[in-house]
């Protein structure tokens, strides 16, 4: 009579049978894999104290070595900046330094001593700086026309170059546009004991530039050639790949204030060595109210002179080890308090009612902190 | 083979229901009108007027788009969306001057994202496609002409076809019976696709078609269905059949649907009148609501917040752009006169500086685009879809019985499963197994069966912990005993003292007997007989009838054959003390409905006497007993009571001997009311019913035991230490509502119940009288001053922590539901530790779900199982159907499907609570990451006079969201984790979480905010400070615009790519590849973008190789950069962290601390919370043993 009953059933049944008896064939099992069943190997990392204090130490330990090596290596660098917007502007026009300027009937040359403060060893940079200069202007940094500057069939593209497209109707400018146009014209004549160095020029641009973004084969035209003449003049004889002047300016600067290479001395500068400096003074920046100054510097691994990343690392340097030695002393003095559940945000507020179950798990707690045995076995279930 | 195996039944009668037949005459009359034109030419394929009208085939598509509609509708839901249109509108202007990069720059992006995202689209909806197709392809056998049925498929059916379909085959579209295998031409339908009953229903074609038994009787058949257009409902039909000029009226009782299955009956022929999308079925199906998580909605918020930052940006830039811009000419002399500001443009015309100014907003709304993650919705919906296919493939969501994987119907919800409070569970079939199973009874005064329910093993477990060895040995026991038979379904009685014939012995033999035979005969179930093993299986309308009947035949009385007049046994005789076979001419059945809450039959046995048997519930049979018939009245109640503590549900059986006089009244007086047409017909055959089932003689009570499924009240406990509330709905009766409370320990003892109940003695007595509006305003007052009642008992528990649990009826949730009362009642519901609703409509689900979705705005999940609970599934922010017995209903219009209830626990504890963490860290740190980038963007600008001209390539632009910087989000998103699944489980409240939105919180944003401003400032400023304007290598050379590019982009990649390892608290390999993968892939990209040609690499031609590389600051100011952002952040995380932990982090520090293993410690954080827990088990537990501790706690 049990073997007949097996088989009864209610409304339900016979579904549930067609399925199991397809199972086998065809089961919707989801196959295991560690991937689906989220049980990939992994670490889990938190910030234990033994972590953090590491941590700390650690980077403190390599950041400190590295700011001294960045600040000796800032500090054997020698640079020499002077400033000579105002000082190259004759007393007469001290009031009206745009007229000055903006005049080409004055003279424009100017003489400055520099004093080299300590033996400044070769190559000796030369750089322009200029300020309140904003190379980054949207307007300014796309107004150049780089397929213009490779190429010689490309000299018609200058649609991008406007104002300083094309002279006339028809005649294209090479190089196009207001980069080009605002070219930085100071001239430098350096001398040591009425001895004149020697300036450098060639290798002052990025390679690459030289070879793949300014053509060799593309020469200066109709530049400069209109009513209003922004900055210096280009030979035009000479391939745009070899002006380096201007290649190192068409590398726009990244911010207001900045540098640009001019060229080389390759001798060595004694110090207390005298400097004489001849600047044509012909760039207009007293219209926006700019500065400008010769900067003579020597570099090492790092560059030039900045202290900010050495000064920096130690610094950070000196905070992680701090932070490590305080959390030593946090977590030593202050063990984790393992008891006070009150801040978990769901039991904020409500303290009150429940302050009761507190006192009581804080009793539990103390049992188990100290150990009391006694207490504990009614929680081990 | 369609003849051979044709049965005769005559049962029609005992189905003969109300619903079908009650067709009014006046239905009829409206064929013709307008909605009832549809006119059906069967089997007329040369008829011109049939090719005349054109109905439509019988393909389906489900599927969203359609391959024209594809690119219009979902580019449009694409653009829906605020920010992708936001950055549509910026990809267009991307094309004019007024932009700040190049067109294609921002317009890669956009199409890679809105290409994902349609990619997904197409994805799903090909799934769609390929179920219609296997759908439209499936074959149906079609009358071809001539007698000839050949395979086609569904999708050429046409309308006025022919079909034959097989047993166990479902309804290719809505047909009209015919005829089927039995000579009534009736056959049987589960509709469990459409409403989710399990029960089969019985169709009967019209008497006209009936005899159309062959294949070959259909070549000339040829007719005319005029009926009504197609609708959405299910439970009506109109029409008509005009057969060889004669007209029949159609009812739903010759209706077939689609989707349904035939049952039982070898084949069926019918006639298609609704194809394709016309079908019922089709026309129901209404696209689910569509549901969006709080997570997402927040989110929208941050993006808004983010757009106002932008603007207020891009703002504060276009007025100091609008300054310099207009300084630019001073008095018609030229400042800045390397701009040209004399021969300029609008955009920069000093002129019109204002204007410039306003075109400059539009330049900077785009150029800080970088804000706004463009990919945070794509990267969403991906990690979205991959942790839905975590849930899909769980194997501890799997139910291997039924072959069910858990299935995430929506990828929407994931998170928001992680931050449920409330839980709206239906009862049958989701709580308990809707198998019903004979554990007990009572006859004649005495108890029988010593089986033990889940409810007395958990109330025994309740009585605290000294008593588990007792417990132990008492399972023990009936695993032993139980293990020695085979289970049958549905059958659990264990009393050597009836079973295998041993009543003979018992002293009320007799009554034994009646008692067996009435179970064998009072019912409605259909015998199956298996012809190859003789084995009987039985069709029921319930489960708990199956049980009765099985349990008959369990204990001798085996019911082995069904006609319309006669119910025959196999019997045991204790005379002759073998089988014999009995048959019992069946002369009426008076139907069980709820409330009459009873049913009966009435029989003539062989010796020509007439009984009534009944079986019903306790509180109508008693009172319906004769005085002589109540001699174990006491006794049995007794039993009922202690069987319903037990969580039994009990039936009363009695019976009662006719005379013939007494029924030839009866019948007269039935037939009478069964023939009336008018609309009290119900009423008067209750009537006549009420007058014949008197008197009767008491035999004993039944004890069915609604089997909870299993791990149910272990799952119920851990989500209430998860500090989930759990609302029972159920529209079963307040007695097995509570018995099944305290089967899953939502109810224990020393809890005080509110119990608001219609059922009240005063009610009824008003009922009686009164008139209907009286009552209902009286019946108000009194829902109302029981639920105050309730309020104030609320308060004072409150102050000496007693549980609560409130059960209410569904009467008066119907009041307690009205506008002006369900304030109160929320307060009080909201107040209790448990609450149960029972006798509640499906209708009343879905309020009450909203009720406290509504008001207490908390997360709701509403789980159910059956048709009925659709409504709640659809209502509450989550919906999970159990793809259980009760069809596929639920599980439609759910977002999750499950196979067992207890899966909810692994889907909410586990699966919930890392999807929402994962999501809301990604979006927090998507923010962060943006945020870092963005202000680094906008430093800048203030460095360049707010031009609009970008410190970074566009190519580095365009791409920090697609390449460098998505991928370890997505990967977080995918697969981090705070605590494993078992540690999840292990300390439930880590859920609280989720509950409390403590990780999304909105100072937890505005702290990834910030940190993204902070990241940003200390790049940016490192960065100009330390390459400022000296040279910055050894050749001399110094840094221009695109070196300090190339270099901040690179201490972003790193800062914000260790950001995000720091993060992190689950390292696999895919994290590792991923992370040290996005900084790598940034120099593997600048290394190959770089050595391009210049005219496409523009200013990053060569910047890396040349400039950067070689470059030992290059290097050092990224460590130091990296480094110096990351310090706060770690100091900030290393003091949280180990002074003022999370509940995650503490659990963390366990697994560290290899203290997962100390059972006490591990108790103690688990019970960090202040809130105790009130229901489940482990409630239980504590309350005992709270007395035990209450003592040392004294000093």
């Known amino acids: 009579m049990a073997a007949k009953g097996a088989t009864s059933s209610g409304g339900a049944k016979d579904g549930t049978s067609d399925s199991s008896s397809s199972s086998k064939k065809n089961s919707k099992k989801p196959k295991y894999s560690r991937f689906t069943q989220q049980e990939l190997p992994a670490c889990k990392p938190i910030l234990t104290p033994g972590w953090v204090i590491t941590t700390f130490i650690v980077v403190g330990i390599i950041f400190i070595p590295i700011g001294f090596a960045s600040l000796f290596a800032s500090e054997w660098v020698v640079e020499i900046v ?210 400008k100054s010769l900067v003579l510097s020597t570099t090492s691994w790092i560059g030039g002179k900045n202290d900010f990343l050495g000064v920096a690392y130690l610094t950070v340097g000196g905070l992680c080890l701090f932070l490590a030695i305080s959390f030593i002393f946090l977590y030593v003095i202050m063990p984790r308090p393992l008891g006070d559940p009150s801040y978990l945000s769901w039991n904020r507020g409500q303290v009150n009612i429940w302050s009761k179950t507190v006192r009581h798990s804080f009793v539990l707690m103390k049992e188990i902190i100290f150990g009391k045995k006694a207490g504990n076995h009614m929680l081990a279930s | 083979m369609a003849g051979g195996r044709r049965r005769k039944h005559h049962f029609g009668r005992i189905h003969d229901s109300s619903r079908g037949k009650a067709s009014e005459r006046g239905e009829q009359s409206l064929i013709g009108s307008p909605g009832f034109s549809r006119i059906v030419y069967s089997n007329h394929p040369e008829c011109i007027e049939a090719s005349a009208i054109n109905y439509g085939s019988n393909y389906v598509s489900t599927t969203k788009y359609t391959l024209a509609t594809f690119f219009p509708k979902s580019l449009f839901e694409q653009f829906r969306r605020v920010a992708n249109l936001y950055f549509l509108i910026c990809a267009i202007l991307s094309f004019t001057p007024l932009s700040p990069y190049t067109a294609l720059s921002s317009v890669l992006p956009l199409v890679v994202v809105i290409g994902v995202t349609m990619g997904k689209e197409v994805l799903e909806d090909w799934r769609r496609k390929k179920q219609d197709i296997e759908m439209n392809n499936r074959k149906v056998q079609v009358h071809h002409g001539d007698g000839i049925f050949d395979n086609a498929k569904w999708m050429d059916l046409k309308v006025g076809d022919i079909v034959k379909v097989q047993k166990d085959e479902f309804f290719p579209a809505d047909l009209i019976l015919l005829s089927s295998s039995y000579e009534e031409a009736i056959c049987y339908v589960e509709t469990m696709n459409l409403d989710g009953e399990t029960n089969l229903k019985l169709k ?475 609309a009290d017909r119900e009423e008067m055959i209750e009537e006549v019913g009420e007058k014949i089932e008197r008197d009767l003689i008491l035999l004993g009570a039944t004890a069915v035991e609604d089997k909870l499924q299993n791990g149910v009240p272990e799952c119920i406990d851990k989500l209430a230490q998860a500090g989930i509330k759990i609302w029972v709905l159920t529209g079963d009766k307040m007695e097995t509502a509570i018995n099944i409370g305290f089967a899953c320990s939502l109810l224990r003892q020393g809890m005080r119940q509110i119990v608001i109940s219609s059922e009240t003695p005063e009610i009824k007595a008003l009922e009686k009288v009164g008139d209907n509006a009286a009552v209902a305003t009286e019946f108000k007052a009194k829902v109302l001053h029981q639920i105050s009642g309730g309020l104030e008992l609320l308060a004072t528990s409150s102050e000496n922590s007693e549980a609560l649990a409130l059960i209410i009826d569904g009467k008066s949730l119907a009041c307690a539901l009205e506008d002006d009362v369900k304030d109160m009642f929320l307060q009080l519901a909201l107040g209790c530790a448990s609450v149960i609703c029972c006798r509640s409509s499906p209708k009343q689900k879905a309020l009450v779900t909203r009720l406290v979705k509504i008001r207490t705005g908390s997360t709701t999940l509403a789980i159910g199982d059956g048709a009925n609970d659709v409504g709640m599934l659809q209502e509450a922010d989550i919906g999970i159907g159990i793809s259980g017995v009760e069809g596929m209903q639920a599980v439609m219009s759910s977002d999750i499907a499950i196979a067992q209830f207890r899966y909810l626990e692994r889907l909410l504890l586990v699966h919930g609570h890392w999807c929402y963490r994962r999501i809301s860290s990604m979006i927090c740190y998507f923010f962060y990451k943006n945020i870092a980038f963005g202000f680094t963007l906008f430093f800048f600008e203030a460095y360049a006079s707010f031009s609009g001209q970008t ?147 523009t200013t990053a031609y060569k910047v890396f190789i040349e400039a950067c590389a070689p470059a030992p600051l290059y290097w050092l100011l990224t460590l130091f950069v990296l480094f110096s952002s990351l310090i706060p952040y770690i100091t900030y995380a290393a003091i949280q962290l180990r002074f003022f932990p999370m509940y995650h982090q503490m659990i963390q520090w366990i697994r560290t601390d290899g203290q997962s293993d100390d059972p006490e410690y591990c108790h103690m954080v688990r019970q960090r919370s202040l809130r105790t827990t009130t229901v489940g088990y482990t409630a239980r537990i504590e309350a005992t043993s709270k007395r035990f501790q209450e003592k040392p706690e004294g000093h």
């Open chain 2, 204 to 678: 009967q074609a019209l008497d006209a078609t009936s005899n159309f038994h062959e294949d070959l009787s259909f070549q000339n058949f040829k007719a005319v269905i005029k009926c009504e257009d197609p609708n959405a409902n299910l439970y009506t039909f109109v029409g008509g059949l005009q057969l060889e000029e004669r007209q029949y009226p159609l009812t739903p009782q010759q209706l077939l649907l689609r989707d349904s299955k035939l049952r039982n009956t070898d084949f069926i022929y019918g006639v298609v009148i609704f194809t394709g999308h016309d079908t019922k079925v089709m026309q129901n199906s209404t696209a689910p609501p569509s549901k969006r998580s709080k997570i997402e909605k927040r989110m929208d918020k941050i993006v808004y917040f983010l757009f106002f930052v932008l603007v207020v940006m891009s703002f504060i830039g276009s007025i100091f752009f609008g300054i310099s811009t207009r300084e630019d000419l001073e008095n018609g002399r030229m400042t800045r006169w390397y701009l040209r500001p004399d021969d300029t443009t609008i955009y920069y015309d000093p002129k019109r500086a204002p204007v410039a100014a306003i075109l400059h907003f539009l330049t900077a709304l785009m150029l800080y685009s970088y804000l706004i993650p463009i990919s945070l919705y794509v990267s969403i919906e991906i990690v979205k879809v991959l942790q839905t296919v975590f849930i899909n493939h769980d194997l501890h969501m799997y139910y291997e019985e039924a072959d069910k994987p858990a299935h995430a119907r929506t990828s929407n919800l994931n998170e928001e499963l992680g931050q449920v409070d409330t839980i709206f569970s239906d009862k049958t079939g989701t709580l308990t197994c809707n198998s019903m199973e004979f554990i007990k009874c009572s006859v004649a005064g005495t108890a029988y069966g010593r089986g033990v329910t889940e409810v007395e093993r958990a109330l025994s477990g309740s009585k605290g912990l000294p008593l588990v060895q007792e417990v132990k040995d008492e399972e023990g026991q009936v695993e032993d005993s139980s293990e020695e038979r085979t289970s049958i379904k549905g059958y659990n009685f264990v009393d050597e003292r009836v079973t295998n014939g041993n009543w003979v012995n018992e002293p009320h033999a007799d009554v034994i007997q009646k008692f067996l035979r009435l179970l064998a005969i009072c019912h409605t179930a259909i015998p199956d007989v298996d012809e190859e093993t003789g084995r009987i299986s039985y069709e029921a309308e319930s489960p708990d009838e199956a049980a009765f009947v099985i349990a008959a035949r369990e204990l001798g009385f085996e019911f082995y054959e069904r006609t319309q007049t006669s119910i025959s046994l196999h019997e045991f005789d204790p005379i002759s003390g073998t089988k014999v076979e009995r048959s019992y001419e069946l002369l009426n059945i008076l139907e069980f409905s709820s409330s009459r809450k009873r049913m009966s039959v009435i029989v003539r046995n062989k010796d020509g006497k007439l009984l009534l048997l009944c079986k019903g519930a306790d509180s109508v049979i008693f009172e319906r007993l004769a005085k002589n018939g109540s001699e174990f009245e006491e006794k049995t109640k007794e039993h009922i009571n202690e069987y319903a503590d037990a969580g039994l549900r009990t039936l009363v059986l009695a019976y009662r001997e006719l005379d013939e006089e007494e029924y030839k009244e009866f019948n007269r007086e039935l037939t009478e009311a069964k023939n009336s047409v008018s």
């Open chain 2, 951 to 1097: 410190v970074y390539n566009d190519w580095y632009l365009s791409l920090y969201n697609v390449f460098f910087t998505s991928l370890p989000v997505i990967a977080l998103g995918v697969f981090d984790q705070d605590v494993s699944s078992r540690l999840c489980l292990k300390f439930p409240l880590l859920y609280q979480e989720g509950v409390q939105n403590v990780l999304f919180s909105w100072s937890r944003i505005l702290g990834w905010a910030f940190n993204g401003v902070l990241s940003a400032t200390l790049i940016f400023f490192f960065c100009i400070r330390a390459m400022e304007h000296q040279a910055f290598r050894k050749g001399g050379e110094v840094v221009g615009l695109e070196i300090l590019g190339t270099t901040m982009y690179t201490c972003v990649v790193w800062v914000v790519n260790c950001q995000m390892a720091l993060s992190i608290s689950y390292f696999t390999y895919i994290q590792h590849l991923l992370i040290w993968g996005g900084a790598i892939f940034w120099y593997l990209f600048l290394l190959a973008y770089g050595a391009m040609d210049p005219n496409i690499s």
């Open chain 1, 82 to 291: 002077d400033r000579y917007d105002e000082d190259c502007v004759p007393h007469n026009y001290t009031y009206n330094k745009l007229a000055y300027i903006q005049n080409s009937e004055t003279n424009k040359t100017c003489m400055k001593r520099l004093i080299v403060p300590k033996q400044m060893k070769s190559p000796v940079y030369i750089y322009y700086q200029l300020d309140n200069f904003y190379q980054n202007h949207r307007r300014y940094v796309k107004s150049r026309s780089d397929k213009q500057l490779r190429s010689r069939a490309s000299e018609r593209d200058t649609s991008s170059c406007k104002p300083e497209a094309v002279r006339g109707n028809n005649y294209p400018i090479v190089p196009c546009g207001l980069i080009a146009w605002s070219l930085f014209n100071d001239t430098y004549g350096f001398s040591v004991k009425n001895k004149a160095l020697e300036v450098s020029k060639k290798n002052i641009a990025w390679k690459s530039d030289r070879e793949h973004k300014f053509g060799s084969d593309v020469y200066p035209k109709n530049f400069q050639s209109g009513g209003l003449i922004g900055g210096a003049k280009l030979n035009a004889s000479i391939p745009l790949s070899e002006q380096e002047d201007l290649i190192v300016w068409m590398r726009t600067a990244a911010l207001p204030t900045f540098r640009k290479l001019y060229g080389k001395i390759e001798t060595d500068l004694e110090a207390n060595d005298e400097i004489t400096v001849v600047i044509q003074n012909n760039y207009n920046i007293y219209s926006f109210g700019g500065k």
